[in-house]
């Protein structure tokens, strides 16, 4: 628990009529917070924070950012340290408990990831009631709310046995389903999950094999694709987390609060902005045409964004970003591609953007998602996997959130208030007498 600034430091806040001392909330380390919660009671007024910029809407034990300095920590390790040295399920391992694994936690772990990684056979004819040109994003949220008519005896959140169920059963079986989509959108059979596999080869083995042939697994693929995953397993209170946590504050079953964050990452803002990038890539297609696509960026009448650019916490290097620049490298040299007109394309579109004084100004860095499309373009996914992807790896974030949200004694339901500003109550008035 935060220590709640009871050593008598407290912010005053005065207006007309009233004056009020909010307790001085520390963290381990960031900065501290003001306790509003008795605020509306003292003072008969809200705090207003659209978009919030100034809000902490919970305390949280799993991830730290510093975007100031560009530092990001799973569970006190960072990011760089994990993503160059660790494996991904000691990572979910470590985001879900708090530790990393002894060797005996590891492997029980790893064996039952392993055998909840097929999904029920009747999901089969769920799938084929999709359109074969549906967005995958759409097939792995409509899926993934489905679970929770396919696994009844894991949906007491109240059952710290049945949580644990769910929390292995979306870890294990969202590569499955993520594969799926993507054979059911190039209409290949699906292909079941290979206990002999670990997490990431067998992802790449439901992905890319057919029945005639195994697909031919590569060192350098698995490292990038488990390198990808850590780099995505959790970010702390982004949107779509929010989401999950909102969701479930209300009870929701833990598969339709996943469901809801895969929704919300969706979006060109969020998850969406590493199929945005390739899409802005293409777009701009030659170097000499940066600057152009750069003045719309800045226009403020032009739409235009320059996508994996700015982070809403980060204003600096995103760390994450840094360590995809550099797996990007090494998977198109391991495939002899270190030519690619797009990675060069890439570089020199950041390299002219941290030059610009707008970007300068603004702090507006690349971020996670300005490099990822590349390397798994290089790999062989289709631009409308790149969400999907996200969405797996961050699937284990969510749980971890939706988890400490459910067992935190102070949760309460997530409620905003409102800055009203619409009409004030008026009289009905029958169709025939308005105007
Ligand atoms: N291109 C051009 N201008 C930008 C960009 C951009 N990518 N990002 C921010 N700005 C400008 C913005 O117009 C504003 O300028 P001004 O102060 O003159 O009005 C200023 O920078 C601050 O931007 P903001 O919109 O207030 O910042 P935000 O914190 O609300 O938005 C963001 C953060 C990520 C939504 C935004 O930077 C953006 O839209 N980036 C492109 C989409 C993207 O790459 N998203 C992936 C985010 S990382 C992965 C994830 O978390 O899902």
């Known amino acids: 628990m935060a220590e709640d600034g009871n050593k008598g430091e407290a912010a005053k806040l005065s207006g007309a009529g009233y004056e009020v001392d909010l307790p001085v909330i520390h963290g381990s380390?960031?900065?501290?917070?003001?306790?509003?919660?008795?605020?509306?009671?003292?003072?008969?007024?809200?705090?207003?924070?659209?978009?919030?910029?100034?809000?902490?809407?919970?305390?949280?034990?799993?991830?730290?950012?510093?975007?100031?300095?560009?530092?990001?920590?799973?569970?006190?390790?960072?990011?760089?340290?994990?993503?160059?040295?660790?494996?991904?399920?000691?990572?979910?391992?470590?985001?879900?408990?708090g530790e990393l694994p002894n060797a005996k936690q590891k492997e029980d772990f790893e064996r039952t990831i392993t055998y909840h990684t097929m999904v029920h056979e009747q999901l089969n004819y769920f799938f084929r009631g999709f359109?074969?040109?549906?967005?995958?994003?759409?097939?792995?949220?409509g899926v993934m709310g489905a679970l929770a008519a396919f696994y009844h005896d894991s949906l007491d959140i109240e059952n710290p046995e049945h949580r644990k169920i769910s929390a292995h059963r979306m870890i294990a079986k969202i590569p499955t389903i993520a594969a799926m989509a993507y054979k059911y959108s190039v209409g290949q059979?699906?292909?079941?999950?290979?206990?002999?596999?670990?997490?990431?080869?067998?992802?790449?083995?439901?992905?890319?094999?057919?029945?005639?042939?195994?697909?031919?697994?590569?060192e350098i693929y698995t490292k990038a694709m488990a390198r990808i995953f850590i780099l995505h397993?959790?970010?702390?209170?982004?949107?779509?987390?929010?989401?999950?946590?909102?969701a479930g504050s209300s009870g929701a079953n833990p598969f339709a609060c996943i469901a809801a964050g895969i929704a919300s990452l969706w979006g060109p803002a969020h998850g969406g902005a590493n199929e945005a990038?390739?899409?802005?890539?293409?777009?701009?297609?030659?170097?000499?045409?940066i600057p152009e696509f750069l003045e719309r960026a800045k226009d403020k009448n032009d739409s235009f964004r320059l996508m994996g650019f700015g982070h809403r916490v980060y204003k600096n290097y995103d760390p994450r970003a840094a360590a995809l620049k550099d797996s990007a490298h090494q998977v198109l040299e391991a495939l002899g591609a270190q030519d690619e007109p797009l990675l060069k394309l890439a570089?020199?579109?950041?390299?002219?953007?941290?030059?610009?004084?707008?970007?300068?100004?603004?702090?507006?860095?690349?971020?996670v998602d300005f490099y990822s499309g590349i390397i798994l373009r290089a790999m062989g996914f289709p631009t409308s996997?790149?969400?999907?992807?996200?969405?797996?790896?961050?699937?284990?974030?969510w749980i971890a959130h939706w988890s400490e949200m459910v067992e935190d004694p102070t949760q309460k339901i997530g409620r905003p208030r409102q800055l009203y500003t619409g009409p004030v109550q008026r009289d009905y008035t029958p169709v025939a007498k308005r105007g």
């Open 131 to 141: 359109r074969r040109d549906a967005h995958p994003m759409a097939v792995v949220c």
């Open 385 to 397: 996997m790149f969400t999907v992807l996200f969405a797996l790896a961050r699937t284990v974030g």
């Open 347 to 367: 570089m020199e579109l950041e390299r002219i953007a941290l030059e610009d004084e707008y970007f300068v100004e603004r702090k507006l860095f690349p971020n």
């Open 277 to 289: 990038v390739l899409t802005m890539l293409y777009e701009i297609g030659s170097v000499d045409r």
């Open 29 to 97: 380390i960031g900065p501290d917070v003001l306790d509003i919660r008795k605020l509306y009671g003292a003072t008969g007024r809200f705090t207003y924070d659209p978009g919030f910029t100034s809000t902490a809407s919970c305390e949280s034990k799993i991830t730290y950012i510093d975007g100031d300095v560009g530092i990001l920590l799973y569970r006190g390790y960072s990011i760089e340290q994990l993503a160059e040295t660790a494996d991904y399920l000691e990572t979910c391992y470590l985001l879900l408990y």
């Open 233 to 246: 397993a959790d970010h702390e209170q982004n949107a779509s987390t929010s989401t999950v946590r909102l």
């Open 189 to 218: 059979p699906f292909i079941y999950p290979r206990n002999d596999l670990d997490y990431v080869s067998n992802f790449l083995h439901m992905m890319f094999s057919v029945p005639g042939e195994d697909f031919a697994q590569s």
